[in-house]
């Protein structure tokens, strides 16, 4: 197969980068006090990426939908075995190994972010701090193992992965793959990012129903009032 068509949507591939960068961002950031209300910001983006998704898994183009990519496991297992042999088949969509990573992701992430808006907001104790560190290091094993899978993937099927996913082109014939309004819905994707981002740039706090001191660890709010009077 020499030809290309478009198989990754506009907003799907926005809805890719930014979560990837959030993610990052928050990750580096975890344990900077001075930097919290950036690392709150960038799970308040990665909340709204995921929501986002979730929508778009059900009413989004062909490819973008859950239904295209729901595999079970003996047929992940056995495309990884094939692929292992040099001889999975070629897939437009997420292969099936590939689809269990994306759905992991999907869950870590959400689970990642409601225990780090809880956990924020002094709900749960130290135990909902634990789960939130837990949920974001297991997000951050399977970014590595799908890093990896995409990787090994491209190199076997001899095809940028990475780069489809900026691009949007893969090899082979799709059907249904953007709709009409899927450069404009990704424009407004941007333009949501970067209002919310200049929000919280301008009003110094982060998202509605941040925790004490709009996005300061209580014990430096504490001290400030003390400091105040």
Do not use: C
């Not at 198989?7 to 928050?26: E, K």
């Not at 979730?54 to 495309?79: K, Q």
């Amino acid at each position: 197969m020499t030809s290309k068509t478009k198989v990754w949507d506009l907003p799907t591939r926005i809805f890719h980068w930014a979560l990837a960068a959030s993610f990052a961002g928050a990750y580096l950031l975890s344990e900077s006090e001075r930097l919290r209300n950036v690392h709150v910001a960038l799970g308040y983006t990665a909340l709204g990426l995921l929501a986002f998704r979730l929508v778009w898994g059900f009413i989004g183009p062909r490819y973008a939908r859950f239904s295209s990519f729901v595999h079970s496991p003996v047929a992940a297992f056995r495309y990884l075995r094939d692929e292992l042999r040099g001889r999975a088949p070629h897939y437009l969509g997420h292969n099936p190994a590939g689809s269990w990573a994306v759905f992991g992701l999907l869950i870590l992430g959400a689970a990642t972010g409601v225990t780090g808006y809880l956990n924020f907001n002094e709900l749960g104790g130290e135990s909902m701090e634990d789960l939130h560190e837990a949920f974001a290091n297991a997000w951050l094993v399977l970014v590595g193992l799908h890093i990896l899978g995409v990787v090994f993937s491209s190199v076997m099927q001899r095809e940028n992965l990475a780069r489809s996913m900026i691009t949007g082109l893969k090899r082979g014939a799709a059907e249904g793959a953007e709709p009409r309004n899927a450069r404009g819905l990704g424009l407004a994707m941007v333009a949501a990012i970067l209002g919310f981002w200049g929000w919280t740039a301008t009003s110094g706090g982060v998202a509605p129903g941040a925790g004490p001191g709009q996005g300061e660890p209580a014990e430096l709010a504490t001290e400030r009032e003390t400091d105040d009077d």
